[in-house]
C-alpha cells in the first residue's frame, strides 16, 4: 500500500518499471549534460545558465501530463518544486559557493513555473514560452546574487551582474519557443 501512494505521489502509477527507468535516465542525462555545457563554456566571460532550462522543461511536461481531476492537492506542484529544488542543490554543490540559494531559487521557479501552467494559463504559446523562459532566468539569477549577498561575505559590480543577468537571459530566450508542451507539438 505504502509503495502504491508513493508512485501515485511521483505520477509512475501509469509508468510500467522499463518506462520510469528511461524516463530517470533522461532527466539525468539532461542534467549532467546541462551542467557540463555551463561550467566549460561562456561567452564574454559570463557563464550560461542553462539548468534553468532543465527545470522549465520538466515543468512544462509535468504540468501538461497531469490532469486536474486525477490528482488533488498540488501534486504537481510539489513535484515541479522537489525536481527544481534537487537540481538547484546539484548546482549550489558543483558551484562551491554557499548551499542554499539555488537550491530556493530553483525551487521557487518549479512551484511558480507549475502553478503558472497548470493553472493561471491553460494554453501554451510560442510568445508565452519566450516571456516565461526570460523571466524565469532573471529571477534565477537575481535570486541566487541576492542571497548570496546576504548570506556570505560576496561584493558584486551592478553593472557587471546586469550584463550577465541579461546575456544569461537573452541565450536562454530562443529556448522559450523551442521547448514546448509535449500536447502542442
Known amino acids: ?31 549532467i549534460f546541462a551542467f557540463s555545457l555551463q561550467t566549460q ?17 520538466y515543468v512544462l511536461q509535468t504540468s501538461r501530463g497531469v490532469k486536474k481531476e486525477e490528482f488533488h ?17 546539484l548546482d549550489d554543490i558543483i558551484s562551491g559557493s554557499i548551499i542554499g ?9 518549479g512551484f511558480f513555473g507549475s502553478v503558472l501552467f497548470g493553472s493561471v494559463f491553460f494554453r501554451w ?26 548570506f556570505s561575505d560576496i561584493r558584486i559590480d551592478l553593472i557587471e551582474v546586469s550584463q550577465m543577468i541579461l546575456l544569461q537571459a537573452l541565450i536562454n530566450l530562443p529556448f522559450g519557443l523551442l521547448l514546448r508542451p509535449s500536447e502542442n507539438k
Open 1 to 31: 500500500m505504502i509503495l502504491n501512494n508513493k508512485r501515485r505521489f511521483l505520477n509512475l502509477i501509469s509508468l510500467p518499471d522499463d518506462q520510469w527507468l528511461k524516463s530517470a535516465l533522461k532527466w539525468s542525462l539532461l542534467i
Open 41 to 57: 563554456i561562456t561567452i564574454f566571460a559570463y557563464p550560461f545558465n542553462f539548468i534553468i532550462l532543465i527545470v522549465y522543461m
Open 73 to 89: 492537492f498540488g501534486v504537481w506542484e510539489i513535484k515541479s518544486t522537489v525536481f527544481g529544488a534537487s537540481v538547484g542543490i
Open 101 to 109: 540559494p539555488s537550491f530556493l531559487s530553483k525551487g521557487l521557479i
Open 125 to 150: 504559446t510560442p510568445m508565452l514560452g519566450f516571456i516565461v523562459v526570460f523571466v524565469m532566468t532573471i529571477f534565477d539569477a537575481l535570486m541566487q546574487i541576492v542571497l548570496r549577498m546576504i
